[in-house]
């Protein structure tokens, strides 16, 4: 079905696996494409309720774009394009299902950026993470200097994105980067124990209150709370 992708949907969880595992998963324009259509297609499907996002192989959940795309005027413009055209990033943001990484090995650039863009991370114990750009005289710009000042203290952003170094598992967590960390070989059954928590609640009090936190970001506090008591009460008239 995918070149790039594994998709699996089990009662009410859909498995998207990045599978590219020889080359650390990076991120290429195919995979960009299908991880488009794919998102699109769980965010229509009424079957799943919770996605989970993992990695193929041991090494990595993705070491990020896959740089052998780059330097050619071709491929930069596709590129640029693309991301305009379909905005991948938006489009999992605006999703109203909870979508969990489950991030093992290297999870640097793109390959952090994606999991920015999940409500809920989980770390194994081998895993890195990081914003590397900055070494290869460039800038994240799939997002990553504005989505992980929202997730970690600015002055934490701040190092990691201009010293390109990658955090630890440990460090991530202490920071609010991930919210657990556990041995690599429970991560994906940790992950699915998280997805089961989240299915039993309900549904559209899930999707209500994921509305308030997103949204209510960008929001001054008075304009949150009053976006806070709309959704309440939507959420108390069914």
Request: one cysteine or more; hydrophobic letters at 45%.
């Given at each position: ?62 070491a990020g774009a896959d740089i052998s795309e780059f330097g050619t005027a ?165």
């Amino acid at each position: 079905m995918f070149d790039t992708l594994l998709y699996d949907k089990q009662d009410g969880i859909a498995w998207i696996t990045l599978n590219r595992p020889d080359l650390l998963n990076a991120i290429n324009m195919r995979m960009r494409d299908e991880l488009w259509d794919v998102v699109q297609a769980v965010r229509d499907d009424p079957e799943v309720l919770v996605v989970i996002f993992k990695g193929a192989g041991e090494r990595a959940f993705s070491a990020g774009a896959d740089i052998s795309e780059f330097g050619t005027a071709p491929s930069y413009v596709e590129s640029r394009r693309a991301r305009r055209q379909r905005d991948l990033w938006g489009l999992m943001l605006s999703l109203e299902k909870p979508l969990i990484a489950a991030i093992h090995g290297y999870a640097l650039g793109a390959g952090i950026e994606l999991p920015m863009c999940c409500d809920l991370r989980i770390a194994s114990e081998d895993a890195r993470l990081g914003l590397p750009e900055v070494s290869l005289g460039y800038i994240p710009s799939a997002g990553g200097t504005q989505t992980l000042p929202r997730h970690v203290p600015p002055g934490v952003a701040m190092h990691m994105i201009l010293t390109g170094d990658p955090i630890d598992a440990g460090t991530a967590l202490r920071h609010g980067l991930v919210q657990r960390v556990v041995p690599r070989e429970r991560l994906y059954q940790e992950a699915e124990s998280l997805a089961r928590t989240l299915m039993s609640r309900g549904p559209l009090a899930l999707r209500l209150a994921k509305r308030a936190v997103l949204e209510g970001l960008d929001l001054p506090l008075a304009e949150g709370l009053a976006l806070e008591r709309r959704l309440a009460a939507r959420a108390l008239a069914v």
